[in-house]
């Protein structure tokens, strides 16, 4: 009982930030993404009869602790579904996201696991309840099931049985691209997942965050549908300016920028000045993602290698959906 899988990660240009429901994995607000064919982790899940528990290898290397504890919860759903509660895998995974990126590798790492493991299993889920399902292991996987562009809808139900992604525009609908810039020194110090419950929990400004997310949905949505570069890149960059925010407001307060994310930031709105259309986006981490045309690739990618503290940068199309090898 055997399948592999391969899943792309994705950048939230309306972030997720904050869970109403920490075990669930169920957020405060809806989220918009673009799947990036870039960064991507491939999966086999076999599950063997004479085994007593589950094996985790991640690029050739034995996962233990936390990393492994995640898996194997996964899993658990995944037996459960399927009546198999006895019944153990060998999980191989690669990654083909360099970690110093800065993307997210809990995005294509629990949608690859997902498709892999259900199939392996012998279950049959549609795009959306394989959506569903991927969301409890990583939030922001949900939204690697899909191509292109993709909306994590927050649902209200207690059970999270309507909170899953949809898609929005496939890859082919428009050529966007984006730059990883990858800073020289990254050092994380608070993680995503507390960083998001610390806000939540003792940050003022999170209601602020939470009120705007509908309207900020409403807008890109339009703009990507209309191939709106100039909308398209502005919201995503105030929604990530507000997401930051609620972060200096939390208490203890925090950031994830360092100095040099604020001398990206800032390259880029002078780029616009110059009349080079680019827009900055940034997760739980200093190092920033430019959405640019491919028109400018060559430019952006110049300007961006050329400030101070950016260790490389790694540019990416617009990427696929799950797929199945
Ligand atoms: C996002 N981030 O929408 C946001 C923007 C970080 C900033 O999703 O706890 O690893 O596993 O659901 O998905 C990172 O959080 O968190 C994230 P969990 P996840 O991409």
């Known amino acids: ?38 960064f991507y982790t491939t999966t086999t899940v076999d599950f063997q009869e004479d085994l007593l528990q589950d094996r ?16 194997t919860e ?20 690669t990654n083909d996201v360099p970690t110093a990126a800065g993307f997210a590798s809990s995005a294509s790492g629990f949608a690859a696991l997902a498709a892999a493991g259900t199939k392996a299993i012998g279950l049959e889920l549609s795009d959306r309840e394989l959506s569903r399902l991927t969301r409890q292991g990583s939030g922001s996987a949900c939204r690697s099931i899909y191509g292109g562009f993709a909306e994590w809808e927050m649902g209200n139900n207690a059970d999270g049985s309507d909170s899953y992604a949809v898609p929005i525009a496939p890859a082919e609908h ?64 105030a929604n990530c300016l507000k997401m930051h925010a609620t972060t200096l407001a939390a208490d203890p307060p925090f950031t994830y920028w360092h ?41 952006i990618k110049k300007t961006l290698r050329n400030i101070p503290g950016v260790s490389d940068v790694i540019l990416s199309k617009s990427g696929s959906g799950i797929s199945y090898l």
């Open 1 to 38: 009982m055997k399948a592999t899988a391969k899943a792309h990660t994705n950048i939230a240009l309306i972030k997720y930030w904050g869970k109403r429901d920490d075990a669930l994995i169920l957020p405060t607000n809806s989220s918009l993404s673009l799947t990036l064919d870039g």
């Open 56 to 71: 985790f290898i991640l690029d050739n290397q034995p996962v233990e602790g936390e990393a492994y504890r995640r898996v």
């Open 74 to 93: 996964f899993l658990d759903l995944i037996r459960r579904i399927a009546g198999k509660e006895n019944l153990y895998a060998d999980v191989h995974s």
């Open 174 to 237: 428009w050529d966007i691209r984006v730059a990883a810039v990858v800073l020289s020194s990254t050092m994380k110090k608070v993680s995503s997942r507390s960083g998001m419950k610390r806000t939540v929990e003792t940050s003022p400004f999170y209601s602020g965050w939470v009120d705007t997310i509908p309207n900020d949905l409403l807008e890109i949505k339009e703009a990507i549908h209309a191939k709106d570069f100039e909308k398209t890149g502005s919201i995503a960059e």
């Open 259 to 299: 100095d040099t994310t604020m001398r990206v930031m800032q390259t880029v709105q002078e780029m616009r000045e110059n009349g080079i259309p680019a827009y900055f986006t940034i997760d739980a981490g200093p190092n920033v993602k430019v959405l640019y045309l491919p028109e400018n690739e060559e430019n």
